[in-house]
């Protein structure tokens, strides 16, 4: 069994920047592929980036691709975001989720955290 803990979300204006981590408990989070998605209001959860176990591969939706990092630090069992250049369309619901394999499917993802919003003003 997997926990996930979001932080760091928040109010930024536009152009601004977000970190945001999620702290996973349990001894297996070194062999799990690490996810973010959000949800805005009225739309479907969307993928927004994902790492690989050994953090050597990543994977960004188009929508974020330049402006957000993905990374991970498995001695800390944590995964971060690094939000850059923040639009108002960022704004969302960002959920950090782990699964056994690389994929943009929400699907495919076992264990989800709680989601912490973030909200971006023009």
């Known amino acids: 069994q997997v926990q996930l803990v979001e932080s760091g979300g928040g109010l930024v204006q536009a152009g601004g920047s977000l970190r945001l981590s999620c702290a996973a408990s349990?001894?297996?989070?070194?062999?799990?592929?690490m996810g973010w998605f959000r949800q805005a209001p009225g739309k479907e959860r969307e993928f927004v980036a994902a790492?690989?176990?050994?953090?050597?591969?990543?994977y960004y939706a188009d929508s974020v691709k330049g402006r957000f990092t993905i990374s991970r630090d498995n001695a800390k069992n944590t995964v971060y975001l690094q939000m850059n250049s923040l639009k108002p369309e960022d704004t969302a619901v960002y959920y950090c989720?782990?699964?056994?394999?690389?994929?943009?499917?929400?699907?495919?993802?076992?264990?989800w955290g709680q989601g912490t919003q973030v909200t971006v003003s023009s």
């Open positions: 790492i690989s176990w050994s953090g050597g591969n990543t």
């Open positions: 349990g001894r297996t989070f070194s062999r799990l592929v």
């Open positions: 989720a782990a699964g056994p394999v690389t994929t943009m499917s929400p699907n495919e993802y076992v264990y």
